[in-house]
């Protein structure tokens, strides 16, 4: 004849362990997912979204004026990680055109630093500095007599 074992009986013990291991697991989790989130928050957007939607007519004024002016630019980089800034209208480049950029690490990570640029072959500016490896949002003024256009790019 063969014993068969019992079963063991389910008690508060197993109930409690149960739970409070759960609950481990969640906190656990939430507290990693928290601390990512918090180390790789550049910062913030606007210092008061109040005061910036104050300017928001503004702004699409002087994104309508911009869109009138009708210039095209690319911005690439090159082997030496310089920027290749193309400003174009209608196809042929602008004379005349200045450029003032700064570039962000993507996340803030870094201090913004200034870009200048000088004159290239077919038109175009390259920055006199290169940029380090990485991702950079590049926040750039194109400037031609009175007229002015903001643009940003992500570069990497």
Same mark, same amino acid.
């Given at each position: 004849?063969?014993?068969?074992?019992?079963?063991?009986?389910?008690?508060?013990?197993?109930?409690?362990?149960?739970?409070?291991?759960?609950?481990?697991?969640?906190?656990?989790?939430?507290?990693?997912?928290?601390?990512?989130?918090?180390?790789?928050?550049?910062?913030?957007?606007?210092?008061?979204?109040?005061?910036?939607?104050?300017?928001?007519?503004?702004?699409?004024?002087?994104?309508?004026?911009?869109?009138?002016?009708?210039?095209?630019?690319?911005?690439? %980089?090159?082997? @030496? /990680?310089?920027? +290749?800034?193309? #400003?174009?209208?209608? !196809?042929?480049?602008?004379?005349?055109? *200045?450029?003032?950029?700064?570039?962000?690490?993507?996340?803030?990570?870094?201090?913004?630093?200034?870009?200048?640029?000088?004159?290239?072959?077919?038109?175009?500016?390259?920055?006199?500095?290169? %940029?380090?490896? @990485? /991702?950079?949002? +590049?926040?750039? #003024?194109?400037?031609? !007599?009175?007229?002015?256009?903001?643009? *940003?790019?992500?570069?990497?």
């Amino acid at each position: 004849m063969t014993d068969t074992p019992t079963p063991r009986r389910f008690t508060g013990r197993h109930m409690t362990t149960i739970l409070v291991a759960f609950f481990a697991v969640v906190i656990a989790v939430n507290v990693t997912m928290a601390r990512f989130a918090m180390s790789t928050f550049g910062g913030k957007v606007v210092e008061n979204s109040y005061v910036a939607s104050q300017n928001y007519n503004r702004w699409l004024e002087r994104a309508d004026a911009q869109a009138r002016l009708g210039w095209d630019t690319g911005v690439t %980089l090159d082997a @030496g /990680r310089h920027v +290749l800034l193309t #400003i174009r209208k209608e !196809g042929r480049s602008l004379e005349g055109v *200045r450029a003032s950029a700064t570039v962000n690490h993507a996340v803030g990570r870094t201090a913004p630093v200034a870009l200048r640029f000088e004159p290239a072959a077919d038109g175009r500016l390259r920055s006199v500095e290169p %940029l380090a490896v @990485g /991702r950079w949002r +590049l926040d750039l #003024i194109v400037r031609r !007599g009175a007229d002015e256009a903001r643009y *940003r790019e992500d570069l990497r």
